[in-house]
Every structure is written in C-alpha cells, then in structure tokens.
C-alpha cells in the first residue's frame, strides 16, 4: 500500500475498496460491517431509539489524550449517552485529501477500532471520498450513531434544591487543542478528556429516577451548556467557583493565556443535573468510573424569586453573571 | 362672589402661573403662602401633577413684584424649568389659600433626590430638650429622604415606604400647619410614631440596649466593623484611626488596595486632614453632602492608612440625624464604605445585608424605614474652580435636563459603570450610577432602577438605545424589551454626551480617550478622533493600533499590555518587565506571534497601563483603572519635558504612533530617570499629541469646536494639560462638569444620538 491517500482512493474502485478492507475493516472489524453491502442490516431493538450525528474538523488531528478519530466515536457515543440511551452502532465518513498520510489514516482508524470495543459499539457502514489537495485540511469525519434509550431515564423538569455535577476536571480538551494548535510550550503533561462516557450510564442505571437532565459540554464549555440548561428549564444556575474541579496545569495555561476555562470545549465530562436526596450517592458511583476520579457537585439552581441567569460565586467574593460563548474563543475545536 | 363693579379694583389684575420644575417637597406651596401673604396677594396656590400652579390676584405692581421675588428667591431645594402666565378675568378673591392637589399626567416630572439633614433639624436632634433629641429620623420639607423611598408619584406619603407608619397626633399637626416648616413633610415623624433603630450581631441577633447609638460608638472605638443603614443603603463603617480595624475591613471586603471615603465629623475636622479651597468647602457644606475628592495634608498617618499612595482622599460630612450621632463620641473620622462585597452593589434591604454582609461587618445598626431603590454616595471633584461629578447618585439624581425630544426614548448606557436615562416630552432623566452589570445583584438593581423610573415617570418607551456592543449585558437587556432599537457607537455616546451637557447642536471635534469600546470595524477603540453631530460621526484619527494578548485579563494584567506593546518594537520585554516571570512572558509572546486570544486595540486608556508596567507601579490591579490612577498619582508636576512623537497618515486617517512615545519612555527607565518624571513626561507627551491631532484636525476639517469625552479624562492633570494648550490655541473647548467624562455619562449620550436621529425623521 502506498504511503499516501490519491484521488483514486475514492473514486469508489478498486483502490477504494483495497483502501476500505486494508484499513477500515481491518481495524472496525466486526459481522455487520464486513457483510454489509450498502447499506447495514441488522435487528431492531425494543423501546425508543436515539439517533444522532456529528462531523470532526479539528485541528491538530492528533493530540495528546486522542486524535480526530478517537474524537469522532466519542463525541457521537455521548451525544447518545446524554439522551440516555446506550450506543449499538456507528455509521462513519471520511473526507479526505489527496496526499493524507496513510500511515496517520491508519492511526486514527485504529484508535477509532479501539475505542469502538471497549465500548462495545460498532462501526457497521461507511463512506470515504477523496478530494484534490487543499479542499480540505487533512481529514474531516462524520459519525452518526444509534443507541437504545434506557427507559428509566427521562428528563425531568428542575426544582430549586437540584444540584449540579459535573463528572471531572473542565477544559481540558479545549486548552491542549490550543496549546497544540499554537504550540505553546508549557510544562507537564496536559491531556485532552476525550473519552466515551457510556460506562457513566451503565453505572447510574439504578438511579435512573432522579436523574433530571444529563448534558456534555462541548463547544462553549461548561458556561454555555449552563445556559443551554437555563433556556430549556427556565431555572436560574448558580454555581459555585472553588466547587470546579480543574486541573492545575489547565488552570494555570488558561491564567497565562488570558482564557477562561468555563468556556472550553469538553469532550469526555458530562453535567448531570439530580436530585438533592440522591446527589451524594450518585456523586459517589460516578467517582468509581474511570477518568471521573475528580467528579464534583458545582452547584444548584437559583430560587425561583431571582431572575433566571446563570451566575457564579467567584473565589473574591462576588456573583458574576456568567453568559454563553460570544464568537468562538477557539475554532475547530472538535 | 364678584366685585366687579368695585372702583377700586378696576386696576387689580388676575394671572394663572404655571411653575414647572423641582417645586414639590421642598416647602414650595407654604413659602408661596407665606410670600403671598406678605405682598398683600389674594387667590390660592396648588400642585398640580408635579408642578405648582397659582391663581394670583393683585395690583398689577404688586404681582410682578411678587412674581420677581418668588422666582429669585425660592427655597433652597427648588429649581425652577420653566414659567407659563396665562392672563384671566378678575374674580376678586378674599384671601389666599393652599388648595388640595390635583394630577396631570401629562405635565413634566421632577423627581426630588435625598437631601442632607438641614440645620435646623440639627438643631433639634442635637437639643436635649426637644422631643426630637436623638431622633435619627428627624426631617422637614428642607431635608431628608426623597427618591430613595418613593414608589411613585405624586410625592405623597403613602406613595413612599414611610407608609408603614402612622403619624401621631402631634405630627399630624406639624403636616397640616401651613406655617409649620413640616408642613406637608411626607416622611414627617417622632420618636412616637416613627421608625425605629435595632442594633444586630452579625448573625442577626438583637442586641438588647437602651441607648444603641452610644453602644453603637463603644463597638467602633473598640475596632468594630459596624454594617450602618444609612440613606441609601448599607454603609460599612470602623474607626479611621484604628489600623487593625481598617486592616481587617480591606481583608473581609477583599479589597486590598482600592481607596476608602472617609465621613468626619465636622468641616474643621475635614480641614484638619485636607486642603480644602472655598468651592470645595461650598460642595462639602452643600445640602447634597457628596464625596468630594481633596488633597491630603502631608504627613498625617491616619491618611496614610486608607491609601499609602494616593495624593488625594474622598471625604464627606455627616448627612443624616444617625450620622451626626455617630460622633458625640471621640472619633472624628470614620472610613464608610459602601456596604458590600468586593465589585458587589451596595445592600439595602435588611435580610439580605445581613446574609451578605455577616461575613464583613461584626454589627449592624439598622433601622425599619425601607429603601425602595438603593442609591450610593456620590462622588466630585474640583477641577479648574468647577464641580465635576465622578459618580452621580445620592442627592444628584434623578437628574432631570433638557433633550430635543418629545418620543418616549430608554437609554440602557454601558456595561461597567452603568446609568440609564429616560426621555419625554423634551426632558431626559438621568438615573443613580449603578455599577457593574456583570454583577448579578447590580444587574437585578440595574432592572428594578429601570422599572421604578419608567413608572415613577408613567413611560412606556418606544425606542430603545443600547451600546454598539451587543454582547453588553446592558445590550443584552435591550433585546428583552419591546420598541424601535438603536444602537450607538460607544464612543459616539460618549462625545454626544458632552454635547448634551453643553447643549452644543453643531459639528465638533470628538476627542474621546478611554479604556475599551467596540468599534465599527470590530477592534477595540479607546483613542479617537472624531468630527461629527449628535446624530453621525465620522472617525478622522486615532491612537494607532496594538495587538494586545489576553482578551479581558489583559485589562487586570498590565503587564500583559506592556508585553504586547513592548512586542512590537524592537526592544526586548525582558529586558524591562525583570519582575515578571518568563515562562508568562513567553506564553504572552508565543500566543502573539500566533495571534492567539489577541484584540487590537486604539486605546490611550491601555497605553497608560502599559506605561504604569514599565514603571512597575502596577502589574495587577485590583480596582478599575489603578495602574492609570497610580500613574499619575506619582507624576511631578514641575516637570515640563515630553517625549518625540510622530503622527502618520494611513487611509486619510492620521495616526499617533505609539513607538516613539515608548522609546522614550523604555530609554529613560534605561537611565534610571525617577518614575515621577517619567509619568510626567508621558503624560506631557500625551497631552502634547492631542493638541497636534486637534490642530490638524481643525485644518482640515474647517471645524473649530473641541468636546473632551471618555474616562481617561478623570485624569486632572491630562485634562487640565489639553484645557490649557486649548486656551492659548482660542479654541471653543467643553470637556465634562455635570455628566460623568467615565462609563455612566454613557446613557446620556445614547439618549442624545437617538434623539437627534429621530428629530431628523
Ligand atoms: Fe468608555
Ligand atoms: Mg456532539
Ligand atoms: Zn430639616
Ligand atoms: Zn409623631
């Protein structure tokens, strides 16, 4: 196999399908997928099903804690996990450009194979094109998943002694596709929290009934999905800055770099709103998850005589209004 | 009854007057009775909506003295807007009364602000054997609370939170007694029948005394932080010459550097501190009781304490009864401080004060007279022999001033430093300074101020005018309500602004130095030059643009701000920020040469913290504006030199290049020149450029008037540098008295783009 991605890679013969058996089957290998023709057929599930989709742009393709295609199964099995639903399968395109490197594809494939079995989703159908050199940057991917909703939990409307969790440190991914993508020489080991967080699900089934609203923050950070939760329950947010849990070295490049961490882009955190009585126990499970370690309980809802905004208690005392993203700090973040 | 026919009364004559202005609550009808009484006038007097109107009758002589006399001379609170005379036929009235009033809602609406305690309820509280000894609530027509109590219009009782109370018989009696200086006082009350003081640790338990002002002044001698319910709001107070005391309140308050106002106890006191020249005296004295901004008498230690650095201290005089009480003991000045925490508003409801000041204050001394809407102290200075307003709030506001527009218009103002004003009928209505809308509490105060005025005044604004910047809280504010939108570039409003103060009509030159706006091409501006009207400018130079890293830390981090600066020259930042670390310097330097997280920036108020970095006064602030503050605090006035500068050209636009300014600058902290010469020369050097930029200016564009606008001009020495270079030029200059020059001037120019647009069709 040549080192290099042409144009006949995608012209949908023999290249392509030397392209598909060596790299994508090879590393998505399962039944479903290697029988499949255009389309995937298999099995319907009982109960409601969750159906989602999403493409990854980001820039670097790789970085530490991940790459673009650890990024495009993650972001697609939460995006199923927040609605509750335990993920089953992914369809995945790429775009390409002439002269990708072959060995970097491979890569991301096998990341991408990776993750899909430690979460026991699959990937069972596909697409690749190939487009002229500079049409696009690299490599863009599209995922789109389908997951089973798990009928114990539904969104429940918020009442004023919920409380707010967060399942681990904010801004990581954001900060290290910065420090990356400026490269920035700053000293330990930051890493992206790209990971897939259905393993949370699983976990919290039997607290299924107090759980009111589960959200990833990705694009705009914490401080955006606060305001998405505003909009849709109408209930002021109050949250509590010591409370946040945020690593260090993240804390300190966002201080150098004059950003604001609750405005970066997460990709392996979820916020779980629940309910007061529950929230110690569930804070508690959610710690024994891997990667959660740092879960914490951020704060609760505003009583409902104050206007409905998202504010924060800062460490200097005060309560700042803290509103959604203006403008992107950051783009292709994901 | 008529006597028509009575030869004698042939030459009487008969007159309806209509008087609009600040004639309500403030003893107007009774000394109109009085006057009429005097002069042998015969009719009634009456309010009407919220004016006064009369029906006088009288020898023709007579009634143009009368008038003359009630117009010269009218009571000390008054202000009279305008005069109607209506001619009418002659009844032949008997006698002169005071009829019961009547509402027009239409007429103009003159809202009163809180007024100091007047003399001669002094005089009573301070008197042992009047039943008002030791009353703290003690006021007449000529004094007291007024806007911050009142829920609505007409001035009446039961409109104002005093309704709680009932008046006893005896103050009943005061009300209803025309010849009574209390008469018709709404907040009228005693001991008997008024409000009551308590006196509450700091978790909300009474403390069970009798004399509680006296306790009261035990707590603070002994070093007590004591959270006092003034006027307006919550006060945090201890003793200004007990230094642990102080140490503490800065600790608690989290507030570390920023200057606190002193209250002392009387003007010989303030004198004993300050250099106070007569129009400051005049201003301390007044019945408006502001803080005023005076120089401090070197070397007094308890000075030193408030604010080592600072050349300049806010000082005021007791204003209400409590205050006055406040120092029957040994302290002579205390430090009162705006109850709150940190950036927070200042508290004025009893719960909440305790629940967030608990932490700060170890007592509280409050009382059970509601304060409808909070109002903080106002804040002057004297510049050049003139008032100038810093902060415009308790006893200032509302302030009413005329605008050329008849739509109901609400300007939201800016973000930091926030007012909003309201128009009707050719009258603008400025509200209370309000704060930081990123504050929760301040923006709840900031929407309820709203809504209490636009009530107080029966609006229902049809245009709304907000800052160009949409992502302002107070832009945001905008998009809730209902109405035409406008929107007016920052710096634009700021210009109009002084226009309006100077009711100026025809082309200027804007000259508008400040920290941050948005302008029209989406870079930061802060250092412009415009010429224009109140209705459209156009920008005809600037400070030339820096690319600054770290977005609004930048502004927090001087040194931020000088790396950048310093960045683009060719000179090495390390080689003069030596007290910052260099892995920070490196990532600010890293992320500018990949223009991460960077704005460009025309600011002059940025360049003055760069400079105040390269001197290493400051590299963090704390309080809006310190660097530049600090900057000029040190600068040695004796200095004359300034640095070279260039001015460019680019795109019609002449720009003042920065470069050679901060050569200058970056050579002599080379040479170890003294900072205070350096900030001088700087400062010359500013004040030098500007003259230039407006001589160009006035060339080429054939325009001849210069308005000085924008927060960099709270700077006293810049300010009066540009005056004097603009006096010797015989240029046609106005630079802020009455409007703040800073952020909360920001609503009235708004209101005056917006009027002008909507003037034009
Ligand atoms: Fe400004
Ligand atoms: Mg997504
Ligand atoms: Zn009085
Ligand atoms: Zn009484």
Redesign the pocket.
Known sequence: MKDKVTLRHGDGGKHTSILIRDIFHKHFHNELLVNSLDAAVFDGHHGRLAFTTDSFVVKPLVFPGGDIGKLAVCGTINDLVTAGARPLYLSCGFIMEEGFDMKLLEKIAVSMGETCRKTGVKIITGDTKVVEKGSVDGIFINTSGIGVVQTAYQPKSIEEGDQIMITGGIAQHGTTIAVKRYEIKVEGNMKSDCMPLNHILERLQPYMGSIKLMKDPTRGGLATALNEILEVSGKGVLLLEEAIPIVGEVKSINQMLGLDPLYHACEGRMIIVVDKQKSGEVLEEVRRCEGCEDAAIIGGFLPTNLPPKVVMDTVIGGRRIVGPLEGDMLPRIC | MNHKNNFSEISKRRYIVKISGMVQGVGYRPYIYNQAKLSNIKGWVSNHGSSVVLDIEGERKTIKGFLIKIIKTPPDLSTIEKIRLLSKEYKGYLDFQIKSSSSDAKGLKFIGGDVATCPQCLEEVLNIHDTRYHYPFTTCTACGPRYSILRKLPYDRNNTTMDDFQ??P??EREYNDSTNRRFHTQPN??P???PSLSLLTNVGKKVAFINLIQKTIDLLQRGKIVAIKGLGGYHLACDAENQEAIKALRKRKNRPHKPFALMVKDIEAAKELCVINEIEEKILLSNKRPIVLLEKKAPKELLDVIDPNMKKVGVMLPYTPLHYLLFQGTITALVMTSGNASSAPIQYENHEAIEKLGRIADYFLIHNRDIHIPVEDSVVKVVNDKEVLVRRARGYTPFTFPINTSEEVLALGAEEKSTFCAAENQYGYMSQYLGDLKDFDTHRIYEKAIENLINLLGLKPKIIVHDYNGSYLSSQYAETMTGKKIAVQHHHAHMVSCMVEHKLFSPVIGVVFDGTGLGTDGKIWGGEFFVGTRERFSRVGHLKYATIQGGNQAIKEPWRIATSYIHAMDYHEKKVLKVIDEKSINAVTQALDQNFNCFESSSVGRLFDCVASLLNLRQKITYDAQAAIELENILDPSVKEYYGYDIGEENGLYQIDYKSILMGVLKDIEKQVPPSLISARFHNTIGKVTLEMISRIKERYRVNRVVLSGGVFENTYLLSYIVKGLKKRNCDFYYHQQIPTNDSGISVGQLGVAAAIEGKG
């Open positions: 008046m006893c005896s103050c009350s005693c008997n029948c008024g």
